[in-house]
């Protein structure tokens, strides 16, 4: 199911960026999807990208507009989701307020170029998709979303766009793995049941859940190419690169970040 977002002026259009700019620390990409669709991943040392300390809002003013600069887009650009662990997608299109946070959605999609698409996560998995037919897809793929089929409703939606499954191209972004991900057996295979590619077991022996090879298998049985999947682990990482919920739970949020520059339009 989407969910249309509120109307309003469209977004201000920055250029790409180019060799001067500053990059932020523990910004990983560009990934290319496609000509002129670029995947980016933020980490800690970029500093949260989500309103989760509300005391610091100069802090997130600086850390999206450091990041707006470096994809090449304006910071009104960058669009987010309310996130609720389901299966709703969001459509950004030419009547979008600019920077609009969408509400009750966990994966956005459009069709407009210079939109920046973002996924937030602390462990959860950010999916990206891009198309060489020019639709791109931001998805929240958490335990809840992948039961309820947020993966699959983000490919109708790309679909419905007008790029099918076999123009697509994924990153899958850094997330917690079953190396981490303990789970109480029951509700282990609730989750198996819907996804076997889920099934895995903790480094000290327990029942866990492996989501990226959840989403990875997904993907695969839809036709789609994965030409990014981080193999780490958001917890357990040693060099503390990622924010991670099961961690700390004060933890802040990295982005996934998906955007079409209008060159390639």
């Known amino acids: 199911m989407t969910v249309n977002a509120d109307a309003g002026p469209a977004a201000t259009r920055a250029e790409p960026a180019t060799g001067d700019v500053d990059r932020p620390e523990g910004v990983s990409g ?3 999807l496609a000509a002129g669709t670029a995947a980016w991943f933020t980490g800690r040392a970029t500093g949260s990208i989500a309103h989760r ?15 707006a600069d470096l994809i090449g887009v304006s910071v009104d650009a960058l669009h987010f989701m309310q996130q609720l662990h389901g299966a709703e997608v969001g459509v950004v299109d030419a009547d979008t307020v600019s920077g609009a946070e969408l ?20 462990d959860c998995v950010p999916l990206l998709l891009g198309s060489s037919a020019g639709p791109v897809a931001a998805v929240h793929a958490g335990r809840r979303g992948v039961v309820a089929s947020v993966v699959e409703a983000s490919l109708e939606a790309l679909d419905r766009l007008g790029a099918s499954p076999q123009t697509l191209r994924a990153a899958i972004g850094p997330a917690i793995g079953g190396c981490c991900y303990e789970v109480p057996l029951a509700l282990q295979r609730d989750v198996t049941d819907r996804e076997p590619a889920a099934d895995a077991t903790t480094a000290w022996g327990t029942p866990s859940l492996h989501l990226p ?21 958001t917890r357990c990482d040693p060099s503390a690169r990622w924010f991670s919920y099961r961690a700390d739970h004060r933890a802040g949020r990295q982005a996934g970040i998906v955007v079409r520059h209008s060159e390639a339009a």
């Open 30 to 32: 560009p990934v290319w």
């Open 53 to 67: 300390r509300p005391h610091q809002p100069r802090r997130l003013a600086r850390v999206r507009a450091a990041v």
């Open 103 to 122: 509400r009750g959605v966990d994966a956005l999609v459009t069709a407009e170029p210079d939109r920046a698409l973002t996924v937030q996560v602390a």
């Open 213 to 233: 090879g959840a989403v990875a298998a997904i993907l695969r049985r839809w036709g789609v190419e994965i030409v990014e999947d981080w193999l780490g682990c």
